[in-house]
C-alpha cells in the first residue's frame, strides 16, 4: 500500500520524532516498554566484553531494538556510518571495532541526541568517530565511499525509506553491505491518513 503524504502530514510526523527522541536523549528507559539501556545491550546479545567497556552513561542511552552486530562482521580498517546514532552507542562499539586506522560516522536528525553522542565520544576518548546532522532520506555521502552501513529501529520511522534505502546503496562501496536491525508492521495499515500520521513514531 502506497500511503500519500502532503507537506503537512509530512511536518507532523518529523516534529513528533524530533519531540519523543529529544525526550529519549534525557531518559530513555521512560519512554520506550522495551529494554532500553545496559540491560537492553545484554538481551539482545551484544558482545559482552564490547558492552563492558561502555561508561553507564554511554550504556544508559542505549534505545536499539535489534542487534545489528549479529547480522555480520566489521574488520579492522572499515568505514562504517551509523543511520539514525541516537545517543552514538551502535557508533561507538563500530568504532571500537574498526580500530584506529578506520572510522565510525553516525548521522541523526534530533540534535539533541547528536549532544549526547558527542558527550559519550568524549567519555570514550575515541579519535576515530564524528557525529552529523543528516537525514538518511538526504545524504550526502560520496559515492561509494563507505565500507558498512548500520541502522538500529530507524527505517521504519523514515518517510521516504526507498530514497534512503536508494542513498545507502550509494554510498556503499563494491561489496560494501547493510546491517539493519528494525521494526515491522505485521497488520494491515489503517486507511485513515491522519490516523498513520499520528501513530507513526510510536
Not at 536499539?64 to 547480522?71: I, K, Y
Not at 539514525?84 to 557508533?91: F, I, K, L
Not at 521504519?156 to 536508494?166: G, M, P, R, S, V
Request: overall charge neutral.
Amino acid at each position: 500500500m502506497q500511503i500519500k503524504l502532503n507537506a503537512s502530514d509530512r511536518q507532523q510526523i518529523e516534529e513528533s520524532i524530533h519531540k519523543k527522541y529529544s525526550q529519549a536523549a534525557k531518559n530513555p528507559a521512560a519512554l520506550f516498554k522495551y529494554p532500553t539501556g545496559r540491560n537492553g545491550l545484554q538481551t539482545l546479545g551484544y558482545d559482552a566484553k564490547l558492552v563492558e567497556q561502555l561508561p553507564d552513561e554511554v550504556a544508559n542511552g542505549y534505545c536499539g531494538v535489534g542487534n545489528p552486530f549479529s547480522l555480520g562482521t566489521i574488520p579492522k580498517g572499515s568505514i562504517v556510518m551509523d543511520i539514525g546514532c541516537g545517543a552514538g552507542v551502535d557508533t561507538l562499539i563500530a568504532a571500537t571495532l574498526v580500530g584506529s586506522t578506520g572510522k565510525s560516522v553516525g548521522i541523526d536528525m534530533v540534535p539533541a541526541m547528536l549532544d549526547q553522542a558527542k558527550s559519550n565520544a568524549k567519555l570514550m576518548q575515541l579519535g576515530n568517530v564524528h557525529f552529523m546532522e543528516m537525514s538518511a532520506s538526504r545524504l550526502s555521502f560520496e559515492h561509494t565511499s563507505i565500507d558498512i552501513v548500520i541502522s538500529n529501529g530507524v527505517f521504519n520511522l523514515i518517510i521516504d525509506k526507498q530514497q534512503a534505502l536508494a542513498n545507502v546503496f550509494n554510498c556503499l562501496k563494491p561489496g560494501g553491505y547493510l546491517m539493519m536491525a528494525d521494526q515491522l508492521l505485521t497488520e494491515p495499515l489503517p486507511n485513515d491518513t491522519k490516523m498513520i500520521v499520528a501513530s507513526w513514531f510510536r
